[in-house]
């Protein structure tokens, strides 16, 4: 937990947010801005500032927020209708809080490529 950094301060209950499905191992919550009439945001409970700093002993924490971000699209019913799971890095690729998360949107068309 990094007391300055505003997703741990979330996943610690210490700031608000609508949450909408949290485990041992990440929180998932709504996107202050959202881009798609479901906007989520998955963010490990351990503080990890961008994807360049995963190990491999992470792996089995990445693959469970993707299993994770396909249950909570079924349990909200667009998952066969399709969605997109989004993972900014750094600055170039548009990364505006340094703890890792992915986005979840769905519910609308999405275009491609990507902004
Ligand atoms: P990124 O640009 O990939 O780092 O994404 C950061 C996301 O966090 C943006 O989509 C913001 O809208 C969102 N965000 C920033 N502050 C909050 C907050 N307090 N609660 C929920 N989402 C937030
Ligand atoms: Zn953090």
């Not at 909200?76 to 998360?101: S, Y």
Request: hydrophobic share 40%; charged share 15%.
């Amino acid at each position: 937990m990094s007391s300055d950094c505003l997703f741990c301060r979330i996943a610690a209950g210490d700031i608000p947010a609508t949450i909408r499905y949290q485990d041992d191992l990440v929180v998932v919550f709504e996107d202050i801005n959202p881009q798609a009439p479901t906007h989520l945001l998955l963010v490990p409970r351990r503080h990890i500032p961008t994807t360049l700093d995963l190990t491999p002993e992470d792996n089995a924490l990445v693959g469970h927020i993707f299993q994770v971000a396909a249950k909570v699209a079924d349990n909200l019913g667009f998952a066969q209708d399709g969605f997109r799971i989004v993972n900014n890095c750094n600055q170039a690729g548009g990364q505006t809080v340094w703890h890792l998360h992915f986005h979840l949107l769905g519910q609308r068309q999405l275009s491609w490529p990507p902004g």
